[in-house]
């Protein structure tokens, strides 16, 4: 279950639904502000609007989906997933 209207506070640790190619489920990893070291670089997640970003409160979050990693921005975040139900076929 998404609740689409939720997505003002998401924290490291949330389960999100959002929509890249294909609805998909992942873990915040890093929020605005948060910085992110890989292969030995160290960088920052932008905390400030993106100029190009066609809606007001949009920014970029690291997701993970299993193992990898995506910078999303926030304007393709459909909401946090509160329940995940597990379906038996």
Known sequence: MVYKRSCADLKVG???LFDEAQPLLG???????????????IYRIPAIRQK???????????I????KQMLIQRCNIVGKAHFLFRWKR
């Open 14 to 16: 949330n389960v999100v």
């Open 52 to 62: 190009h970003c066609p809606c007001s409160y949009c920014s970029y979050y690291l």
């Open 27 to 41: 873990k915040v990893i890093a929020v605005p502000g948060d910085t992110i070291n890989v292969q030995g670089t």
């Open 64 to 67: 993970g989906v299993g193992h």
